[in-house]
């Protein structure tokens, strides 16, 4: 089983960064991979990008990409979202989700964190 753990959310002006932590258990191996979503509310929960612990893959969703960077430290067991060029379209809940193979779809994420509160003012 894999606990995950986020941290680094916040309240910012648009325009400027942020970087999520997604911390994991011991329990986490290396061919897990490790995707952020976020879920604003009366919103379906949406696929911010993922990647592999293992190759280094990854893959983003096009509202994000060219602004958010995922990266990982194995070291670590964790994973982080830096955030650059933030929008209050970036508003959310981010959750930081575990799986056995790549997906953009939620249902196919085994483990998921309690989320950490992300929050852009214009």
């Known amino acids: 089983q894999v606990q995950l753990v986020e941290s680094g959310g916040g309240l910012v002006q648009a325009g400027e960064s942020l970087r999520l932590s997604c911390e994991a258990s011991?329990?986490?191996?290396?061919?897990?991979?490790v995707g952020w979503f976020r879920q604003a509310p009366g919103k379906e929960r949406e696929f911010v990008a993922h990647i592999s612990w293992n190759g280094g893959n990854t893959l983003y969703s096009d509202s994000v990409k060219g602004r958010f960077t995922i990266s990982r430290d194995n070291a670590k067991n964790t994973a982080y979202l830096q955030m650059n060029s933030l929008k209050p379209e970036d508003t959310a809940l981010y959750y930081c989700?575990?799986?056995?193979?790549?997906?953009?779809?939620?249902?196919?994420?085994?483990?998921w964190g309690r989320g950490t509160q992300v929050t852009v003012s214009s």
């Open positions: 011991r329990r986490t191996f290396s061919t897990y991979y």
């Open positions: 989700a575990a799986g056995s193979r790549p997906s953009t779809t939620p249902r196919f994420f085994d483990y």
